[in-house]
């Protein structure tokens, strides 16, 4: 009997659409900060093991981060797939950038995948990533510091904003914590013995904002003071500021970075404070196998008859995974809307119908893409030689 890839991933995801449709909506109800989904990871934890599947959590030390391996009933030899999943929100709006369907399409994908494996007898693990923290601290980093990904062939994820994409370049995304330490004292009686960290910080954004005159056009800066004094009768001796800075690439990142440190520690003296500058994480850009990519967009503008979007913008922590890692982050449009990402518009949206119907798409669309290099040698080579040209670049 000839056996339909496209029907087997059809009818897996399908048949589960319902159930995840459940999960979503709890995770978008529920929003949780990085390190914190412990609902969303037992929701997903739950529902992949009354799957059958085993799963394994605290995965690189990280409480909610886990996996689940399958291994097709054809055996172990053939190709390692990863899939991952989202799953954190973002502080005062929740899920803004739509980690809920990132977590559906994931697992969606992964069910997929394991039911093609078994039912066409292609040999090959599956294996699905719960990956928090992607808005805070890039939990895919420090899995990816671990070895987490280490036996993986490909990597995929998938991720809503407006438009789809098989081809978007991130910008790379550097966070750090800046503090200047001061000297209290009255702000009436005897300023003159005071060193204030206060304007230190103030000078520190100003200057910052100055730089801006002389970055390049895809270059980002942009932060708030955390802490800038407790009462404004007492000269501030501590401040902190909240800083992030993007470039196209990795090698402007470092320039960048040079430049706003100088800017930094030209605040304190300038103020005679002393400073420390943390460097929080940094986001690599993301850079899709153009072979998996133009699949993945063919078929997207088979459904939707307009062509992908481009320069989407952002960061990723999914970035880092495709500097090593032959991988796809496909985009897909969260509604039709044109709805920007990180708004209270977007998370409306997000738990909307037509997200869901639109997540369920991307996922048999990033599914058909893995079966694709399941099942064609030839096309597998082409994937192959194009991650081996750029590496090589």
Not at 322 to 331: A, D, E, N, P, T
Request: hydrophobic share 40%; with cysteine; glycine share 8%.
């Amino acid at each position: 009997m000839i056996i339909s890839v496209d029907d087997v991933i059809f009818g897996a995801i399908d048949e589960a659409s319902a159930d995840l449709r459940k999960l979503s909506m709890a995770i978008h109800d529920n929003p949780e900060l990085a390190l914190k989904e412990d609902k969303a990871c037992h929701l997903l934890v739950h529902y992949l093991e009354s799957r059958g599947y085993t799963v394994q959590r605290n995965v690189a030390g990280l409480s909610t981060a886990f996996e689940s391996t399958h291994v097709s009933s054809a055996g172990a030899h053939g190709l390692h797939i990863g899939f991952c999943s989202e799953y954190d929100a973002l502080p005062g709006i929740g899920h803004g950038c739509g980690h809920n369907l990132i977590a559906i399409s994931g697992v969606a994908m992964f069910l997929a995948t394991t039911r093609v494996m078994d039912r066409c007898r292609i040999p090959g693990t599956a294996k699905l990533y719960g990956t928090p923290a992607e808005e805070a601290i890039g939990g895919k980093i420090t899995m990816l510091d671990h070895g987490a990904f280490d036996d993986r062939d490909l990597l995929m994820m998938l991720h809503p904003t407006a438009g789809y994409s098989g081809a978007w370049h991130s910008q790379c995304c550097l966070s750090m914590r800046i503090e200047y330490f001061g000297k209290a004292s009255h702000a009436a009686m005897a300023p003159w013995d005071g060193i204030n960290a206060g304007t230190a910080a103030n000078i520190a954004m100003l200057s910052m904002g100055a730089l801006r005159e002389q970055l390049k056009p895809d270059w980002r800066t942009h932060g708030i003071i955390t802490n800038g004094g407790e009462a404004a009768n007492v000269i501030p001796e501590y401040s902190s500021i909240e800083y992030t800075i993007r470039t196209a690439w990795a090698s402007e990142l470092q320039v960048l970075r040079e430049r706003t440190l100088r800017v930094f520690e030209a605040a304190a003296l300038a103020t005679g404070c002393t400073h420390k500058v943390t460097e929080e994480f940094a986001y690599l850009d993301n850079q899709d196998n153009p072979v998996l990519g133009r699949l993945y967009e063919e078929i997207m503008e088979s459904e939707y008859h307009s062509p992908p979007e481009r320069d989407v913008g952002g960061s990723t922590d999914f970035g880092n995974l495709s500097q090593r890692f032959i991988s796809l982050h496909g985009m897909f449009d969260l509604a039709g809307t044109r709805v920007p990402n990180h708004t209270v518009e977007f998370t409306k949206e997000a738990r909307s119908v037509e997200a869901h119907r639109r997540a369920i798409f991307a996922a048999k669309t990033g599914a058909r893409v893995v079966a694709r290099c399941l099942v064609d040698e030839d096309f597998w080579k082409q994937v192959k030689k194009a991650h081996e040209e750029r590496q090589q670049s």
